[in-house]
């Protein structure tokens, strides 16, 4: 077992909560029982390293199941050294670390994609994480982070995906006119989510929602740029019903991403 929180294999996890880190090793951290089953689901070739306490290996015995499973040992740690090695205060019992898995916008555009997320600049890593989880949801095929868009191994954004970060292909650093190009060269319509477009429900009526579609999301504070704009096929806007100022980044997200879905499944 594993129990001096001190030691340079604890503290070389603990240094992957910082993007440094994370960009020397390309490794990353993930913390708690549903990331980890997520990740020994969908992708166990990937954890390098997984630790539990045995109290969290008791009470999470199909974590437990899908480790023996997947064929990944478990080292046993104390609950100090976990406290160490964590970026939360509550990581439940579990950290593991894996390989970061980016993949190119090339493969993404050449698996012939129905529906796919562009993100330019999203700075909050919840949001990221929401938009990536509700992108899953939706049953998007891919999503593409642009520009200065948080890092998508940082431990919030990880967190924030609750697994779906294991579940379809997330491209990174591409530039928001290369991701556009390549989406207009596979034939799909390009909507960027805009509060100065026009109302989606007119974008919806026009039937444009129910082919092919990459939705465009930028910044929560700014949005996009006016030139960003004219990059694509159509600006559209989330109306808002109530006496609200606005909508937050993923909500909205959430809103244009479901519109897509069920136009393409009508």
């Not at 509550?90 to 993404?108: E, L, R, W, Y």
């Not at 910044?219 to 100022?245: F, K």
Request: glycine letters at 6%; one cysteine or more.
């Amino acid at each position: 077992m594993l129990d001096n929180p001190r030691s340079p294999r604890v503290r070389s996890v603990a240094k992957l909560a910082k993007r440094a880190a994370r960009q020397e090793t390309g490794l990353f951290l993930l913390e708690g029982p549903q990331a980890v089953a997520e990740a020994l689901t969908f992708r166990p070739q990937l954890l390098v390293e997984l630790y539990a306490t045995p109290t969290a290996l008791e009470r999470y015995t199909d974590v437990a199941q899908t480790a023996v499973d997947a064929g990944v040992d478990v080292e046993f740690v104390t609950e100090d050294v976990l406290d160490q090695m964590a970026d939360t205060v509550t990581p439940q019992g579990f950290i593991a670390v894996a390989h970061q898995f980016p993949t190119s916008i090339k493969d993404i555009f050449a698996g012939d994609p129905k529906l796919v997320v562009i993100l330019e600049e999203v700075r909050d890593p919840g949001n990221l994480g929401t938009i990536i989880r509700a992108a899953d949801a939706a049953g998007a095929d891919a999503v593409i982070l642009t520009g200065r868009t948080v890092d998508l191994y940082n431990p919030k954004v990880v967190r924030s995906t609750t697994g779906s970060l294991f579940h379809l292909p997330i491209a990174v650093g591409a530039e928001l006119e290369a991701a556009l190009v390549r989406a207009h060269a596979a034939g799909l319509k390009t909507i960027a989510a805009d509060v100065k477009g026009e109302s989606l429900l007119e974008v919806r009526a026009d039937g444009d929602l129910s082919g092919p579609t990459a939705w465009v999301f930028g910044n929560e504070a700014h949005g996009l740029e006016d030139d960003q704009l004219t990059l694509v096929d159509r600006v559209a806007s989330v109306p808002i019903y109530g006496a609200a100022e606005s909508m937050n980044l993923a909500t909205a997200a959430s809103v244009c991403l479901y519109e897509s879905a069920f136009a393409q499944r009508a």
